[in-house]
């Protein structure tokens, strides 16, 4: 009996063992994924590839030192220019400058439009200009309310010391008497 027990089979090594419908299931799920891995790295891969190739693209359309350097001395000739008209500039500030002169014109000086010499006023004439017409009449209401004001104090003057208010609606109500 021992022998026959030997040879058989124990329940926990069996239950141990993988069903062949699991181990074909996970076979088919690793398989999807791999699948699955391998074609996002492709794609990855032309999208990869098509950047190089965009990149390579610019690369070659860009220019090389030798077709930046007339640009370049272009640029360093008008800087040179610039820096000797700032520098005569500069000469024409260090001369003297008058802080004011008796005379009223400026003499050889050249017009902007047609470059004639010709004389220019230091000081503008005011005399030759229109007068300046007189100020806009007020549209407002301060002596209109003022004159209000004053027969609405003189009016509270003659009323009784009672002041009531029925009082001041019939004297306001009544016809006015002239004054003497």
């Known amino acids: 009996m021992e022998d026959a027990l030997a040879e058989k089979a124990d329940v926990c090594a069996v239950n141990k063992k ?9 076979y088919d799920e690793l398989t ?12 990855q891969e032309a999208l990869w590839q098509q950047t190089l ?7 070659a359309n860009k220019l090389d030192k030798a077709d930046l350097r007339p640009l370049k001395d272009y640029v360093n000739a008008k800087l040179k ?3 000797d008209r700032l520098r005569a500039l500069a000469a024409l500030k260090r001369d003297a400058e008058a802080a004011g002169t008796k005379s009223r014109f400026l003499r ?15 000081e503008l004439d005011t005399s030759l200009f229109p007068p300046k017409p007189g100020l806009p009449p007020t549209k407002s209401m301060a002596p209109y309310l003022a004159y209000e004001l004053d027969a609405l104090r003189k009016q509270q003057r003659c009323m009784p010391q009672g002041r009531d ?8 109500s009544s016809p006015k008497k002239p004054d003497k």
């Open 32 to 43: 999807r994924n791999i699948d699955e891995t391998l074609a996002k790295l492709t794609q």
């Open 18 to 26: 993988v069903n062949y419908d699991q181990f074909e299931q996970a």
């Open 108 to 122: 050889n000086v050249n017009c902007i439009s047609c470059d004639k010499d010709v004389i220019m006023r230091k």
């Open 53 to 59: 190739d965009e990149i390579q693209n610019e690369i």
């Open 81 to 83: 220019q610039l820096q």
């Open 165 to 172: 208010l029925n009082q001041f609606e019939n004297m306001m």
